[in-house]
């Protein structure tokens, strides 16, 4: 079909008729979007039933990756590319009368995913496809997305994200493959025939039923699985009822069974929103880690062979509870003796830490845990109980018992947990996973030597070059050859051409063409007009302070008060870009958006600065959004505290397109100095040991900083002595983190440092030449970033899988 323009045109009209009853100059153009997709899910379809029929038949070794989020933005473009049928598709759809870019745009990105875990998750089963892995996706079909974020009076507003509302033409309901999950109740240890069994009895029941989503390699037949898990009722609930209290019972269970799987991380301040958190992580890990011991059995291989056919990888600790999970199953429910199981969970799960601060490290009152998961929380019991008498056999030591358990202080600490009952503990970046091994960690790296490794992050080019930016996809094409398509490493051959002229006259008009793109899209977005001539400074990521967004709106605030004292002030024009959403709970995160929206609208309306200053904030960013972002940047803003960004995957983006980072030696960003040079990024401010040092000894003090400072006593007092035409206390509790806090993450400290770094930028922006030199040698220098390089040292490393052709 999708050789023969004829054909594929007469199965197009006739899924049109087929599909709404209407001739096709009749359809809106979500149906022109919702048939053509359709059609290529039919296409796609054809070689996943051939890609699980060949693991099946070859009974390869499969890893099943959890996550409590997948970030996949748009499909239908990358499943056009992977598929290697966009140009024939596009051709077609043309001769009959709809241009393509009109279809794809009608895409919702999927609300499945919030930031950085989501999306990493998201590369990673593009790049196991791509590089003809067996290996699957399993996550939760949220209703909703986080939110949408929408800023009205410069205010960040959160309104649902209704992204299914019509439908998600990818998915295929998998009814018949539906598991029970069970909550409450109680479990106890009891004789039956001789034998110690768990009765577990008085539980509430959910049905997980699966939603499968194909996962499309590229250029290679292989279409792997991201199974979706969504939350139904078990009993009929619309049935009558027999009294008011059994109908208030039907209506309890109802509610909470749609809960479970509404929507992405429910607000957690409350005890009802964490016992929701908790229900969802321990709902779609049942339910996936029944699935995958149910499709084991099918195939007829033996469970004491299941680390040897199946892999489980946790994505952060959301998943830890399918170390105890696995464990249920196979004593509870396949007779297996306790260490035969444990070796078994062990040999099968892995587990990837995101998070450096140990505050941020996921725990769960014990009483919670204990009530809503009384099996589960038996099982862990257990599990603690052995390990503290190995510890205490060890060291005989109670601090070190201490540092050890799982079970400690009330909580149940699921990091540990993840630590103990997997194989293989990785961190996401040299530095990082250094940390974890010298710091947040220490203890369990010290008592299993070996078990930690680093595998650094990285990112899918087929998204972030070859379909975000296609004209430069083109260029390098020309350049090297398309064999960085398949080998992104061979991007590095891109350096022969560091120093010519005519290549970078090529790259300068391809980003200068990305900018004016993005000009008109903030024009018709935010009514702004910027200079596409001005530098492109971009900061896009989650609003945390740790990642410093107010570092940067600070100095943008220094900027101005510059231009305002000198109108004349020589300056390369700048355009300040920011995008990111903050938790709904996050005060200074939800304060920081206002500031950046203040100081925009002051500075934005300001003629006498001559438009050699702009600031915008992009609302609800997005995956499309970054899209669009990631090509038109000049500086990739990566400037979080050192030691707290484990890797970071956005300054890869900027980089694979050709931005300058501008950064602190944290996550990432070391590795993306050292491959690229000093002289092709600008990196300021403290070193991770530094940070560390201040923490330990407590020499840090904020009111020095601003007593030496003027400019930084200026710039805070501006944001509480009226300056802004705002309630002069809305920007106190800033101050207030900021100097009475004693500046956490060390904005202050490093502002200095940032401020003479953009120096720095500017004047490397006026060479254009040297500019360029730059920007050729980080796209030259972003193979070694590609995801397919990380997902090639876990399948080799950590998941011991390896590619199996489909014909």
């Not at 096709?24 to 149906?31: F, I, P, Q, R, V």
């Not at 499309?216 to 009558?240: C, H, P, Q, S």
């Not at 062979?305 to 170390?323: G, L, S, Y």
């Not at 003629?607 to 050699?612: A, E, F, P």
Request: one cysteine or more.
């Amino acid at each position: 079909m999708f050789t023969n323009k004829e054909k594929f045109k007469a199965r197009f009209i006739h899924k049109v008729h087929a599909m709404w009853g209407k001739d096709l100059a009749d359809l809106s153009k979500n149906e022109v979007y919702q048939s053509f997709s359709g059609i290529v899910r039919e296409y796609i379809s054809e070689n996943w039933i051939k890609t699980n029929k060949v693991y099946e038949d070859r009974q390869v070794k499969q890893v099943y990756y959890f996550s409590i989020e997948f970030l996949l933005g748009k499909l239908l473009d990358c499943n056009l590319i992977n598929s290697d049928i966009k140009d024939f598709c596009t051709e077609a759809m043309s001769e009959l009368g709809i241009d393509m870019d009109a279809v794809l745009k009608e895409e919702p990105d999927a609300g499945l995913g919030n930031g950085g875990l989501g999306r990493l998750a998201a590369c990673f089963i593009d790049s196991i496809a791509a590089l003809g892995l067996p290996g699957h996706g399993c996550g939760i079909r949220y209703k909703y997305g986080l939110f949408q974020q929408k800023i009205i009076n410069n205010h960040q507003v959160e309104l649902p994200d209704n992204w299914l509302k019509d439908g998600f033409v990818w998915e295929f309901r998998k009814a018949d493959k539906a598991v029970e999950v069970k909550f409450g109740g109680n479990a106890y240890m009891k004789k039956v025939d001789g034998k110690l069994q768990c009765i577990h009895e008085d539980y509430s029941s959910v049905s997980a039923v699966p939603y499968d989503v194909p996962v499309v390699g590229y250029k290679n037949n292989t279409v792997n699985t991201l199974r979706l898990w969504n939350a139904e009722f078990m009993r009929d609930v619309d049935a009558a009822a027999v009294s008011y209290d059994d109908y208030k019972e039907k209506m309890r269970y109802k509610h909470a069974v749609q809960r479970i799987t509404k929507i992405l991380y429910p607000e957690d301040s409350t005890f009802e929103g964490r016992l929701l958190r908790l229900t969802q992580e321990y709902f779609f890990v049942s339910a996936g880690v029944q699935s995958i011991v149910r499709h084991h059995k099918k195939t007829g291989a033996k469970l004491t062979d299941f680390a040897n056919k199946t892999a489980i990888h946790i994505n952060d600790t959301h998943p830890a509870v399918a170390v105890p999970e696995l464990m249920r199953i196979l004593m509870d429910e396949e007779g297996m003796e306790w260490d035969q199981a444990w070796q078994i969970t062990v040999n099968t799960i892995a587990y990837t830490n995101h998070t450096i601060m140990p505050e941020a490290l996921e725990k769960w009152p014990i009483d919670m845990f204990k009530e809503h998961l009384p099996r589960i929380y038996m099982i862990v019991e257990e599990i603690n109980r052995r390990l503290t008498t190995a510890v205490w056999e060890r060291y005989h030591d109670d601090h070190k018992v201490r540092e050890l358990a799982i079970l400690q202080d009330g909580q149940v600490h699921m990091a540990r947990l993840a630590v103990v009952g997997s194989h293989s503990v990785n961190g996401v970046a040299e530095i990082h996973s250094n940390i974890l091994k010298n710091h947040t960690m220490e203890p369990f790296h010290k008592y299993y030597p070996g078990k930690f490794n680093n595998k650094t992050n990285g990112i899918t080019h087929r998204r972030w070059l070859i379909k975000a930016n296609p004209e430069l996809a083109e260029l390098i094409d020309q350049s090297i050859s398309p064999k960085w398509r398949k080998s992104p490493a061979n991007l590095i051959d891109l350096l022969n051409f560091a120093k010519d002229k005519s290549f970078k006259e090529e790259l300068d008009k391809i980003k200068m063409g990305r900018k004016e793109f993005l000009t008109k899209y903030i024009k018709e977005k935010n009514n702004i007009i910027v200079n596409p001539v001005s530098i492109f400074d971009v900061q896009i990521k989650r609003i945390h302070s740790y990642k410093r967004q107010i570092m940067n709106i600070l100095h943008v605030m220094n900027l101005y008060n510059r231009l305002k004292a000198n109108p004349k002030l020589e300056m390369v024009p700048r355009t300040f870009i920011f995008a990111g959403k903050a938790a709904p709970g996050y005060r200074v995160a939800k304060l920081t958006i206002k500031l950046i929206n203040t100081v925009a609208e002051l500075v934005n309306n300001d003629k006498t600065i001559n438009d050699k200053l702009k600031v915008v904030f992009l609302e609800n960013y997005s995956v499309s959004l970054g899209e669009i972002l990631f090509p038109a940047a000049n500086v990739s803003e990566q400037i979080s505290t050192a030691s707290k960004e484990a890797s970071g995957t956005g300054n890869m983006k900027f980089m694979m397109n050709g931005a300058i980072t501008l950064g602190t030696l944290d996550g990432a960003n070391v590795e993306i100095r050292n491959a690229v040079g000093d002289d092709h990024c600008v990196i300021f401010g403290l070193k991770a040991e530094e940070v560390l040092a201040h923490y330990a000894n407590g020499t840090y003090s904020s009111w020095d900083v601003y007593n030496s400072d003027i400019r930084i006593k200026v710039i805070l007092e501006q944001l509480v002595n009226g300056f802004f035409p705002e309630d002069r206390e809305e920007f106190r509790p800033l101050y207030d983190e900021l100097l009475y806090n004693n500046d956490e993450f060390f904005i202050l400290k490093d502002f200095a440092a940032y401020a003479d770094a953009q120096l720095k930028v500017e004047e490397k922006y006026k060479n254009k030449q040297a500019w360029l030199t730059s920007s050729v040698v980080n796209i030259a220098h972003s193979g070694i970033f590609s995801s397919d390089r990380t997902i090639e040292e876990y399948a080799q490393g950590i998941w011991k899988i390896k590619p199996v052709i489909v014909p």
